[in-house]
RNA sequence: GCCACUGUAGCUCAGUUGGCAGAGCGGCUGAUUCGUAAUCAGCAGGUCGGGGGUUCAAGUCCCUCCAGUGGCUCCA
């Protein structure tokens, strides 16, 4: 009996059936045959030496293809599986999944020390020389139960197995067998490339409330120069932490005394002054007022806003006179009390309210980081009182705001839209309509959306943005939220065009989230190179010689009287030292200005990151730094 | 909050089996007046994260608290 197969180039092999699917394809590539790891069939991933028992489209995956990587990761879980139970025998493996990054594996077991990490490694570096193969066995239901009978997570996932499914394990070696579905990389000198990125405990996901689990991360590659320069990327974005860079360019520090309050330093508050000019112009633009309410609202208020109820861990109290007072997490108690001060007309709407106003949340101490997860922040925030005619509409605006904002720092950004989680409130029917017009108005903006079902908050449906930091961590930064809640429990109405009395909608909305954390993100981004008009010093003065600092002093006054950040440079070191600091300090224009350029009134300008300089008259180079920071130019 | 780890000068880091606390950069002072990423010299700067313990003796060993790092949970 004879099978046939349809290669990707359209080639079509008749082999006998039962030929390893690895044997089919070396066949047909010998010359790049070294590189497939494993193969699709019809599609589904299979081992190499998986036999083909019918007709099908068979393609080799790589390295270089996602389900190839995933499976190299993969196999990597089960090679440090195998050396934590030979490390530690009586642990018990639960699951070891693949993700973005590398792959993980979760176990039952005593916390791990770096000694036992160490003694992993070095298991590890050992079946990768020893060139272990991966197996694969169908089992009935009943061999596997008496294979992992002394493992109760592996009992519950075959419990979970659909009845007809085929149940088939893995061997890494002789000794090591794993319940799984499989492929695999041919043998662990495959994974030679394995590098564990550390420990720590985990929630268990399959079974909540049993005791945590250990989890070791890792990462592997088929080869050690691809391990290294995933290594060498790492430090890389490591060099570009906001963590560091803050304190270093005197934008912000952390202080033992109060952790998870940052410090705006001066050069860091001229940013964040920047930052709020920046969303206000488009607040003007787009119709907003701006308000300022109390940072400490009564107990009373959080009761009616539903805080209390939801979110009183994460907040702050203070009694005062003998009241609860809470520190405002959020700015929507100022809002609805604003609208509800006094009677509204249908004609005021949309009412659109911005607040940027510190708020205090609450935040378990480790999940504290850097800028990115504070205790105290403040969003680019704002409460819109729409009628539901006019969501579509601010919605649109909204989206087109976060379109151009972004572009403005050059981020790369993601939506996520949240749907309604179980035990909403509100009837269905509100909550379909308005998902479906989140959905569509998120589909036709081109940007990579996923939905999240059931994540939604209580009292509405939210999009979310999310930007990514040098290590790739994914954050959130701006949310949409649609709230038909808050508005009935603060009994907010307006009278129509009909004389009657309706109860508006609310959209809480930021576009770039809070200050803190997106700057931290975006800090990252540029590593520390802020564009023009955000840089604390847009422009440093450098005299050659010291007889020319008054002519420096001269054209820093003339920068300082167009508005641009300048500064000259006394100190009595060396040019190229001085030119040495500039850069390190980041700072976009550096201006000399020797015996050359007084005689004939020009300055000498060098840009950051660039070597050398040109010569420019002193009006050109102030209507240039004027328009770079006018236009926000993202580049010097 | 949970697990593991880390904490020596402003920063980056040395500091033998427990035996007198160091370097480079930065800072200050002086000299130098220099043409696009580091001029030279001198000086200052540390309760070795805090507290407790073991010891003749603790930066080093033990306990505890604080802060930080990587994850987990949660979240902008």
């Not at 160490?118 to 272990?132: F, H, P």
């Not at 929630?203 to 909540?208: G, I």
């Not at 999940?367 to 680019?380: F, M």
């Not at 976060?402 to 720092?409: E, Q």
Request: glycine share 6%.
């Amino acid at each position: 009996m004879e099978v046939e197969l349809t290669l990707p180039d359209g080639t079509r092999l008749r082999v006998p059936l039962g030929t390893r699917a690895g044997d089919v394809l070396r066949r047909w590539k010998p010359q790049e045959a070294h590189a497939f790891l494993a193969a699709t069939l019809d599609g589904q991933p299979i081992d190499l030496e998986r036999p083909i028992e019918r007709s099908a489209r068979l393609a080799p995956l790589t390295f270089e293809d996602r389900a190839g990587r995933d499976i190299v990761q993969h196999s990597a879980a089960h090679l440090v599986a195998k050396a934590l139970l030979e490390v530690v025998p009586a642990a018990r493996p639960t699951h070891g999944p693949p993700t973005d990054e590398g792959f993980y594996y979760d176990f039952d077991v005593r916390p791990l020390t770096l000694e036992d990490l160490d003694r992993i490694r070095a298991n590890i570096r050992m079946s990768v020389e020893a060139k272990e193969p991966f197996h694969r066995k169908d089992l009935r239901r009943s061999e596997a139960e008496a294979t992992f009978a002394s493992n109760p997570h592996k009992l519950r996932y075959l419990a979970a197995a659909k009845p007809g499914e085929t149940i088939s394990v893995y061997y890494t070696g002789d000794q090591f067998v794993d319940l799984c579905r499989g492929p695999h990389v041919p043998d662990t000198s495959w994974l030679e490339g394995t590098y564990i990125l550390g420990q720590s405990a985990v929630v268990s996901e399959t079974t909540p409330g049993t005791p945590m689990l250990q989890r070791i991360r890792g990462v592997a590659f088929p080869t050690r120069h691809l391990l290294d320069e995933y290594l060498k990327m790492r430090k890389e974005a490591e060099a570009r932490d906001h963590r560091i860079l803050g304190p270093r360019l005197g934008l912000f520090t952390f202080l033992d005394e109060i952790p998870g309050f940052p410090v705006w330093l001066p050069n860091g508050t001229i940013v964040i002054r920047e930052l709020e000019r920046f969303a206000r112009e488009r607040l003007e633009k787009d119709g907003y007022v701006e308000v300022r309410t109390p940072l400490l609202f009564p107990q009373s208020v959080y009761e009616e806003s539903g805080h209390w109820e939801h979110y009183r861990e994460n907040m702050f109290l203070s009694t005062i006179d003998e009241r609860t007072f809470g520190w405002k997490p959020m700015n929507c108690p100022g809002a609805m009390l604003i609208f509800r001060s006094r009677a509204r007309s249908y004609r005021e709407l949309p009412l659109r309210l911005a607040e940027f106003a510190p708020l205090h949340r609450y935040e378990a101490s480790g999940t504290l980081h850097g800028l990115t997860r504070v205790r105290e922040l403040v969003q680019d925030d704002a409460h819109l009182f729409v009628t539901e005619e006019d969501v579509a509409a601010e919605m649109r605006k909204l989206l087109d705001w976060i379109r151009d904002a972004y572009a403005v720092f050059r981020l790369d950004y993601t939506y996520e839209l949240s749907t309604r989680p179980a035990g909403s409130l509100g009837n269905e029917e509100d909550w379909n309509r308005a998902e479906a017009t989140l959905e569509s108005l998120l589909r036709a903006t081109g940007v990579p959306f996923r939905i999240s079902a059931g994540e939604g908050a209580f009292y509405g449906p939210k999009i979310d943005i999310h930007v990514r930091d040098s290590l790739g961590r994914a954050w959130q930064t701006g949310t949409i939220q649609l709230d038909f809640q808050i508005p009935r429990r603060f009994h907010l109405e307006y009278q129509g065009a009909d004389g009657q009395m309706h109860t508006p909608i609310v959209i809480h909305r930021t576009i770039l989230g809070t200050w803190e954390r997106f700057f931290g993100v975006f800090l990252e981004h540029c590593a520390g190179r802020l564009p023009p008009w955000l840089a604390p010093v847009q422009v440093r003065v450098l005299p050659v010689t010291e007889a020319q600092m008054s002519a420096a002093k001269g054209y820093a006054d003339e920068l300082l009287r167009e508005g641009i950040r300048a500064e000259v440079s006394d100190t009595s070191e060396t040019l190229p030292k001085r030119i040495r600091s500039a850069e390190v300090e980041r700072i976009p224009y550096m201006v000399v200005i020797g015996e050359k350029e007084i005689a004939d009134g020009s300055v000498s300008v060098r840009t950051r990151g660039e070597k050398g300089s040109r010569s420019a008259s002193r009006a050109e180079f102030v209507a240039r730094v004027v328009e770079r920071a006018r236009t926000r130019a993202f580049e010097p």
